[in-house]
């Protein structure tokens, strides 16, 4: 063996070390991107689900079946803050008045989960066990506005002034990989339930 094959050997060996290593780096920025791309995805899901349930239950404010039963739409929301609102709606269109509660809960709730900042959103119709689910939802901030367009300052006091409101809603993936959360942002401007421009 002669010392032009050990310069091979050695040659060899060096190419196929940058080889490997080019390999590897290329296996974890694969890894990385579908982690990336799935949680985006995922992100966007939760957030579309979110989107529609809220749409749909916030349009109801003040409907009923049986329109003799809310005869003044406009008082139809009780109690309305930044992170919370209840309101009446008949959510199964059966002529009975229900009450419906949406709030936030606290971060240390989900404390089993990665993201320090998700928190659980909680739906509550009359006197049930609150429903909730960890969709990642970091935000759940709601504006109230007077028929003026007003933005109404809080606490609110009288909630019969509420005539459109602005939902502000942030999700994140409840985890991450090397804590690159993905984020999906959603305003809903000036939402207004029919039954409460019913004056």
Known sequence: MGFSTLIDILGATIIGGILLMI???LNESAVENTYKFA???IVQQNLVSVIQLLEHDFRRIGYCDDWSKIPEPSLSIIAADSNRISFLTD?????????MHYYTGST???S???NPRDRLLYRVINNEV????NLGITQFRLTFFSPLGN???FPIVNCGEIYTMQIDITVENTTAYNQNY??????????????LKNR
Do not use: Y
């Not at 959510?91 to 229900?98: A, E, I, L, Q, Y």
């Not at 609150?130 to 689910?133: D, E, G, Q, R, T």
């Not at 993905?182 to 039954?195: G, M, P």
């Open 91 to 99: 959510v199964d269109n059966d002529g009975n008045v229900d009450t």
């Open 182 to 195: 993905s984020t999906a942002f959603w305003r809903q401007i000036r939402l207004a339930a029919r039954n």
């Open 151 to 153: 933005k109404l300052n």
């Open 39 to 41: 949680g985006d995805l």
């Open 130 to 133: 609150p429903k909730s689910a």
């Open 23 to 25: 390999l590897l780096r």
């Open 112 to 114: 089993d989960t990665p």
């Open 108 to 110: 240390s709730e989900l």
